[in-house]
């Protein structure tokens, strides 16, 4: 058995769970999620929790189980606490604001980058070098914080770039001079 597949999903107060064969809908007081899964997972509700279980002991049935349950699991706290990713951009002279919805970011190129928030996305800006993106899909908002990083990666040098907060950039030496004559 999955040791993630076998936990049960527990479901808190306020957050109402539609299940329809391999369609859930899970509603909270952040937003709504729909996700269609695999027709071979039987997912069931009972009481205030939800139990995913599988067929057979194939191997598509065992990885499929897991990944069911884990990606409801993310769908429930979606939509009661939501999530968010944190970058911060390192640079002289590197920087960004927010102007209504779009981010606009100074990254040593000639021209600025900016990236607009979308109906499931929110940007935010607290300080000149950082930017926060929150949502209620997991996928969508380290898709985006992925897509923002893409802008300006981290170099091995300098460390310029914009990164993670808690990503850990190797360091590498320069260039080795030659000796003095």
Same mark, same amino acid.
């Given at each position: @058995?999955?040791?993630?597949? %076998? @936990?049960p999903?527990? #479901?808190p107060? !306020?957050? /109402?769970? &539609?299940?329809?064969?391999p369609?859930?809908?899970? &509603? $909270?007081?952040?937003?709504t999620l729909?996700?269609e899964?695999?027709?071979? @997972?039987?997912i069931s509700?009972e009481?205030?929790?939800i139990?995913v279980?599988?067929?057979? /002991?194939e191997? =598509?049935?065992?990885? =499929?189980?897991?990944l069911?349950?884990?990606?409801i699991?993310? @769908? #429930?706290?979606?939509?009661t +606490?939501?999530f968010?990713?944190?970058l +911060?951009?390192? !640079?002289? $002279?590197?920087?960004?604001e927010?102007?209504?919805?779009k981010v606009?970011m100074?990254?040593g190129?000639?021209h &600025?980058?900016?990236?607009? /928030?979308?109906?499931d996305?929110k940007l935010?800006v607290?300080?000149?070098?950082?930017?926060?993106?929150?949502g209620?899909?997991?996928q969508k908002?380290?898709q985006m914080?992925? +897509?923002i990083?893409?802008?300006?990666?981290?170099?091995? *040098?300098k !460390?310029k770039?914009?990164? *993670? #907060?808690d990503e850990?950039?190797? %360091? &590498? +030496? !320069?260039?080795?001079?030659?000796?003095?004559?």
């Amino acid at each position: @058995m999955s040791r993630i597949g %076998r @936990m049960p999903v527990t #479901v808190p107060a !306020g957050v /109402d769970v &539609k299940i329809d064969g391999p369609v859930v809908t899970v &509603k $909270g007081p952040k937003g709504t999620l729909t996700k269609e899964f695999n027709h071979l @997972m039987k997912i069931s509700q009972e009481g205030t929790e939800i139990i995913v279980s599988r067929p057979d /002991d194939e191997n =598509l049935s065992k990885s =499929l189980h897991g990944l069911t349950r884990t990606l409801i699991h993310n @769908m #429930v706290v979606g939509v009661t +606490e939501g999530f968010k990713k944190e970058l +911060e951009i390192n !640079g002289v $002279g590197f920087r960004c604001e927010k102007q209504g919805k779009k981010v606009v970011m100074n990254l040593g190129f000639s021209h &600025k980058v900016e990236v607009s /928030d979308t109906d499931d996305i929110k940007l935010e800006v607290p300080a000149p070098n950082k930017i926060v993106v929150t949502g209620i899909d997991k996928q969508k908002v380290g898709q985006m914080a992925s +897509e923002i990083r893409g802008k300006r990666p981290p170099e091995p *040098y300098k !460390g310029k770039g914009i990164k *993670y #907060v808690d990503e850990v950039i190797r %360091r &590498k +030496e !320069g260039k080795a001079g030659k000796g003095k004559k």
